[in-house]
RNA sequence: GCGGACGUGGCGGAAUGGUAGACGCAGGGGACUUAAAAUCCCUUGAGCUCAGCUCGUGCGGGUUCGAGUCCCGCCGUCCGCACCA
């Protein structure tokens, strides 16, 4: 410490954020090479639609990725760290709606606004590969893609519902369906069937399912929601004959054909073609079945919804014994669209079977042992669904649970009543949608030549931007113009598809684009084998299932095509938490209803919260996610405006596990604010010409730097922090010394890609270059072990004394000092040790 | 209902089966200051007969020399969902 040295003002993000972001622009710093000889890493966080503001969940998941994309520019990569647009959506027509604005015009103008957000915080992006999904030089070369599917068999069109509006004349999305009425008419809302385009993501559904045993960097969580929704199940499909005056077999499937001989009766779905034709002529059916649509359609719903049936009086005959007759029900549990729309249920062996048969009286016979308990009159009202053998099923008797399945269906195979059927739950994936802002589909309608692709060379279909949207409708098929073209094939007249895509098709693989942008085609392969797979993806759980699916659907059936040789996108996934915050509310003495208040009106008291207006208490309400409606929102322009990106940055990292919640407190953000100016008055300490040694801190040091880097490379930012603080006040209280300038030198560095202006601005005194452009601290193996060690004794298992010996002293030696220990001879009051636990250098367990 | 995750001080959270509560926030006391801010120092799981001891990681059992961690059974909270046959 030179003495003469000014007391360093404080560090100003105000002047000195915008400063290092501009060099770092000019510099061109986080520009991908894609010529480098270095290794590669490609960092990715889900990009944003563009809604107009950044919001603070977006500033944790794209800090995250940014620590991660400069730690491995440090450590010597060549990052690919892009960020781009999902600018295609209904909340833009929803917008031109509302306010008579354009939709193009809306999210562009959001996308200028959310960018110069983005650069505010000083992430280290690769702006040179910016793309918009709204952009033809984009969806053009979407269209392209689609049109290589369409020729590889993957895409086809069929007939499917939709949720229509009759006032609006709209087709509506599911989140529009408010209660069964359309979110803005209010009319009750109608299904209709529309000619609509389909993948063929079902043809992978076996890839994809075996594809998730190789992402074992994937959460447990995401792999289980995937697997289920892919939802693989094997059992037997076969037919029931009829019974007079029943005229048509039932077609039915299960996963439990082991448990045959415990049938007891036959359900089918009220959209069932045999329920279908009852209700025609007997009232009480149709009574039955306009009730089975009532009541919410969600799983728990259903779940928990009462079993119920409608006996048909129709009979069908058991498979294995044609003198035995099982009844024929209607039945609000079960599904048309699932497997053929018809059960047997089993009560014995399933809940709902169990549920349903003690309701109307059914027998209930076990046919797996459980455990010895092998009586056929099953007792009480739990099903039993775990292994056994078969009893009471004359052949099957003694197999167990998987032998006997297969041996019901060898004998309905050579019988030819039934054949072994693997099911999916997975669905084609409906890609149409009526509306206007999304990628034109690449079809024309001819009535001379059927459904024809637009040829290659006349991409990109643009969308024409004269529309309006002050009359209920797709502007597309209103449009005078734009869909009346001229057959590609004979040349007459024809007409446009003014269908576009569903957005998740343009986010299936932007992940590719970013790697390159050629202007002729939509990726070049030789940059997808350079930089693909992602090494790692960032972002939140609600992308789960859709979105992670589809682009692993995309990427697979581009690689059957033979387009790219990479078949999983993202070799290492992770999902954030949630920023959440407390909310503050009163009941509105009227009616009841709270009333929400920002954080902005509201001060926090040493008893609880006040209104600012008025001075009187607030409720304290839960601490949940960041929500408009509950107005417990903060703005992250405006946290930066006051306490500067590197603070905001610190505190997504800081406390809570990245995979958990973090809620946001106004405390929590003065705390980053005074480390950020606690590190600059240390690094304002560094002395260069320093001497002296300090062991203690040089080995702290390079634990530290060992630490951190092991924590970044897991994601364990919380730990990284508070490893960071450790460093920081065991550097603040240890004398001038050459090492203790390492040490500072060395958080610096740690501290960079956290809060890299603050380390820029802090390095350049070093006049060693841009701290972007710096290595990550050397480590120097042989101090990373202490060459003292704290060695805990117990007595019986319980902490008596601690001491503290060389490393590595033996066993002898250890037990010795313990025993010698008085704390230790009080607490063994004279009993006899009977056995000794050492373990070396960590703690002596005496036990008498 | 099913599937998954979680449960540790006032709060967010640390802790390869080996000293529970690192680190941060909040609180208490003090220094500096005319004062404030900023900064620095000390302190903070609970209890007791307080140099010490006892209890303590949702509850009840178990395994172990030793359990926040492993096993069994409960309770609670959160997330996801598609009656999956």
């Known amino acids: 410490m030179t003495p003469e040295r000014p007391e360093p003002i404080r560090f100003d993000p105000a002047t000195a954020d915008t400063r290092w972001q501009q060099v770092w622009d000019e510099h061109q710093s986080f520009r991908a090479d894609v010529t480098s000889a270095k290794p590669r890493s490609y960092v990715l966080e889900m990009f944003p639609y563009p809604s107009g503001r950044i919001h603070i969940g977006h500033v944790r998941n794209y800090t995250m990725g940014d620590v991660l994309a400069r730690y491995k520019r440090m450590r010597g990569f060549e990052v690919l760290h892009p960020m781009g647009w999902d600018a295609f959506g209904m909340p833009a027509e929803n917008a031109a709606m509302e306010k008579g604005v354009h939709p193009g015009g809306w999210t562009r103008s959001n996308i200028a606004n959310m960018k110069a957000q983005l650069k505010r915080l000083g992430f280290a992006l690769d702006w040179s590969r910016e793309l918009a999904t709204c952009e033809p030089e984009y969806y053009g070369q979407e269209q392209a893609l689609f049109l290589d599917l369409y020729a590889a068999g993957l895409v086809y069109r069929r007939e499917s519902t939709v949720n229509w509006d009759p006032v609006d004349m709209t087709v509506l999305a599911n989140e529009q369906v408010i209660d069964g009425r359309g979110w803005r008419s209010g009319a009750l809302v109608e299904k209709r069937k529309l000619n609509q385009w389909f993948l063929k993501i079902t043809d992978f559904a076996d890839e994809l399912l075996e594809g998730l045993s190789t992402l074992d960097k994937w959460p447990e969580k995401v792999r289980t929601m995937q697997e289920n929704w892919i939802g693989k199940s094997q059992g037997l499909q076969f037919r029931f004959k009829p019974v007079a005056p029943l005229e048509e077999d039932i077609a039915v499937y299960s996963t439990r054909p082991d448990t045959l001989f415990g049938a007891s009766f036959v359900a089918i779905a009220a959209d069932h073609p045999i329920a279908q034709a009852m209700a025609k002529d007997t009232p009480e059916a149709g009574d039955f079945i306009a009730k089975c649509k009532q009541g919410g359609t969600t799983a728990a719903e259903l779940e928990t919804a009462e079993k119920l049936g409608f006996d048909t009086g129709l009979k069908v005959v058991h498979p294995l014994d044609e003198t035995w007759q099982l009844p024929v029900y209607i039945a609000n549990f079960v599904l048309m669209d699932y497997g053929t729309g018809a059960v047997f249920g089993c009560p014995a062996h399933d809940q709902r079977d169990i549920d349903f048969a003690r309701k109307y009286g059914l027998p209930v016979t076990r046919v797996v042992a459980d455990g010895g308990k092998t009586n056929p009159v099953f007792e009480g009202g739990e099903a039993y669904t775990g292994p056994g053998r078969l009893v009471n099923s004359r052949f099957l008797d003694g197999l167990d649970v998987p032998a006997a399945k297969a041996a019901v269906i060898a004998q309905a195979e050579a019988e030819g009543w039934g054949e072994g059927k693997t099911v999916w739950r997975l669905r084609d994936w409906g890609v149409s949608r009526q509306r206007y802002w999304g990628t034109p589909i690449p079809f024309i309608h001819c009535e001379v030549c059927g459904v024809v692709p637009v040829p290659k060379k006349h991409l990109p279909v643009v969308l024409p ?222 002395d260069a010409e320093a001497i002296g040694t300090d062991a203690a801190l040089a080995r702290k040091t390079h634990q530290t730097v060992h630490a951190v880097a092991q924590d970044i490379e897991a994601l364990g930012f919380n730990k990284a922090v508070a490893r960071i603080y450790e460093l920081t006040a065991a550097t603040e209280k240890a004398g001038p010394s050459a090492n203790r300038s390492a040490a500072i030198r060395a958080l610096l560095l740690l501290a960079a890609p956290m809060m890299p202006h603050l380390a820029e601005e802090a390095f350049a005194v070093f006049g060693e270059g841009l701290v972007a452009d710096a290595a990550w601290p050397e480590v120097d193996p042989a101090l990373l072990v202490d060459d003292e060690v704290t060695v805990a004794v117990q007595v019986k298992g319980k902490l008596r004394d601690t001491l503290t010996v060389a490393k590595g002293t033996p066993r002898e030696e250890l037990e010795r000092l313990a025993l010698a220990s008085d704390k230790v001879q009080r607490a063994l009051d004279g009993a006899e040790v009977r056995k000794v636990i050492v373990v070396p250098d960590r703690l002596v367990n005496l036990v008498a």
Not at 547 to 556: I, K, N, P, S
Not at 574 to 580: A, K
Not at 642 to 661: N, Q, T
């Open 465 to 686: 931007e004269d529309v309006t949207f002050d009359v209920p409708g797709n502007p597309l098929d209103r449009h005078p113009l734009w869909k009346h073209v001229d057959c590609p094939q004979c040349g007459h007249a024809a007409r446009r598809e003014t269908d576009t895509l569903d957005t998740f098709v343009d986010s299936s693989w932007y992940f590719l684009r970013f790697a390159s942008q050629p202007d002729d085609r939509p990726f070049d392969p030789e940059a997808i084998k350079r930089w693909l797979p992602v090494e790692q993806y960032i972002g939140g759980i609600e992308h789960a299932i859709l979105h992670l699916l589809y682009a692993r659907f995309w990427t697979r059936a581009l690689a059957r095509i033979g387009k790219v040789e990479v078949t999983e996108p993202f070799a290492s996934l992770f999902t954030q938490g949630m920023v959440t915050h407390e909310t503050y509310e009163r009941k509105n003495p009227e009616n009841g209803q709270p009333v929400f208040f920002s954080p902005a009106e509201v001060e926090r008291t040493a008893e609880g919260a006040a209104l600012k207006a008025d001075g009187a208490p607030v409720e304290i309400g839960r601490v949940i996610k960041m929500s408009k409606s509950k107005k417990n929102v903060v703005d992250p322009d405006e946290i930066v405006a006051k306490y500067g990106a590197d603070a905001i940055r610190w505190f997504m990292l800081s406390d809570s596990p990245p995979e958990r919640d973090l809620p946001w407190s106004e405390a929590g953000i003065e705390g980053c604010w005074r480390f950020v100016q606690r590190l600059w008055r240390l690094f304002g300490q560094y």
